[in-house]
């Protein structure tokens, strides 16, 4: 599997990324910064693609995300 496949994540966590990235973009970051920054954010959230196998499941830390709201400002 090359670098930069992403077969390997949930369509969930594709959607994610997908959000994050969108979030970047009308933060006028651009399209492949905001890319990388979605796909690390996903990654650090959810300790990357799927896995499987006994006691292998964790909870997810959605600190990254709730960090990176309040960087922005608040509304």
Not at 10 to 24: L, M, N, P, S, V
Not at 52 to 71: C, T, V
Request: glycine share 18%; net charge positive; charged share 40%.
């Amino acid at each position: 599997m090359p670098r930069g496949d992403k077969s390997s994540y949930t369509d969930k966590q594709k959607r994610k990324a997908e959000h994050i990235e969108e979030g970047y973009k009308d933060r006028g970051v651009s399209k492949k910064e905001a890319e990388s920054r979605a796909w690390a954010t996903v990654n650090k959230e959810s300790g990357g693609g799927k896995k499987s196998g006994s006691g292998r499941g964790h909870s997810e830390s959605h600190e990254s995300s709730r960090r990176g709201g309040e960087k922005g400002g608040r509304h």
